[in-house]
């Protein structure tokens, strides 16, 4: 027996797929797709904001918080692809432009970072304005003991 035979008893046995559900789109999905056809339009699609951030395939799932079969299953057919995935992609884009140190790349570059020096002189700024407070509360204190003690002996 052939292959061809086994196959078309198959389907002769096999009972019909069920129609495909057409679901009616509401209002708020066809806002989403259009917006993220502006977002598309401004940034591209998913692979050329990939490679325009250098990321690999798996580094960017992990920015995205998505299984690695999401990416590829999104890059195969790009209308499955969750709305909030260009918003979320337009966002990163945006906060890499007004600062970069939020790129990727970056954070392995401990000289972007505040030093240790830095930090130092921030704890040590700290420790002199908690001085600076505790000067202006006892000065505070005895202003206000002072005035009462006048008033007192003015009466």
Not at 87 to 111: A, C, G, M, V
């Amino acid at each position: 027996m052939t292959n061809e035979g086994l196959f078309s008893k198959e389907l002769k046995n096999s009972k019909p797929l069920p129609p495909p559900i057409l679901k009616s789109k509401t209002s708020h999905r066809i806002k989403y797709e259009a917006e993220v056809a502006v977002i598309r339009s401004k940034i591209g699609n998913i692979e050329e904001v990939r490679t325009q951030l250098g990321l690999s395939r798996r580094k960017i799932c992990q920015l995205l918080m998505v299984d690695p079969s999401a990416w590829t299953r999104w890059t195969q057919q790009e209308n499955r692809i969750p709305p909030h995935v260009y918003r979320s992609l337009q966002w990163y884009l945006e906060l890499i432009e007004k600062d970069p140190i939020w790129h990727p790349k970056n954070t392995f570059f401990p000289e972007l970072h505040n030093s240790k020096s830095e930090i130092e002189d921030l704890k040590k700024s700290l420790l002199i304005l908690r001085a600076q407070q505790k000067w202006v509360i006892a000065l505070a204190t005895f202003a206000i003991i002072f005035g009462s003690l006048v008033l007192f002996l003015q009466s």
